[in-house]
């Protein structure tokens, strides 16, 4: 069947699976509930001691209590660890909002760009979050607009600093201070908390 692909080692499971799609009984997977790509991306992170498994010998990336904790100093403080812009991108998707760290983090590593690639960046940022039909487009007022979509079509270095700032503004005034407050972060840090005592 063109156009349809499954996972199926086991050509009778295959088969079955195209006995359903014809009878029109394949089913589409119920959305998650509200937040819970988050819980699991925290769980996953989270190292659990009674599990034996090492550290050392682990591939996930594990959390200190004390790094989690100087999360909650500054936005800025987040958004330096790598893993912390992890978990907060994650609470954005779960608020329907991860477009502005995309954003944020897109003008970033604009920032570090040879100027032979300045066009093309600016070009590709400009199209996915600032112009109005942007897919991702952020959530900047009408005069920032304007002034970034001129700095975008002769960029330098700097052409998104306006836009950026606000973005990271609304983040700090908006998303941070719910994320604190979010139970993913609580159960986090008080996991890792728990965890530090044993």
């Known amino acids: 069947m063109p156009g349809l692909f499954f996972s199926h080692n086991n050509p009778t499971e295959m088969k079955e699976a195209e006995c359903k799609v014809a009878e029109g009984k394949v ?42 904790m100087q999360w909650s100093q500054s936005l800025e403080k987040l958004l330096a660890s790598q893993r912390g812009q992890g978990v907060f991108r994650e609470f954005l998707k779960s608020e329907f909002s991860e477009e502005n760290m995309e954003f944020w983090l897109a003008c970033e590593e604009y920032k570090k760009t040879k100027s032979d690639h300045l066009h093309g960046k600016a070009e590709r940022i400009y199209e996915e979050f600032v112009q109005s039909n942007a897919v991702k487009q952020i959530n900047i007022d009408y005069r920032t607009r304007e002034t970034t979509a001129k700095k975008a079509q002769d960029p330098t270095l700097t052409s998104f600093d306006e836009a950026q700032k606000t973005v990271y503004v609304l983040m700090e005034r908006d998303s941070y201070p719910r994320f604190l407050k979010s139970k993913a972060y609580l159960s986090l840090l008080n996991q890792l908390q728990a965890n530090t005592l044993k």
């Open 27 to 68: 089913h589409k997977k119920k959305p998650k509930a509200f937040g819970a790509d988050l819980k699991s991306y925290l769980k996953s992170m989270v190292p659990h001691p009674e599990s034996g498994i090492k550290s050392s010998t682990s591939r996930k990336v594990m959390f200190s209590a004390e790094e989690v």
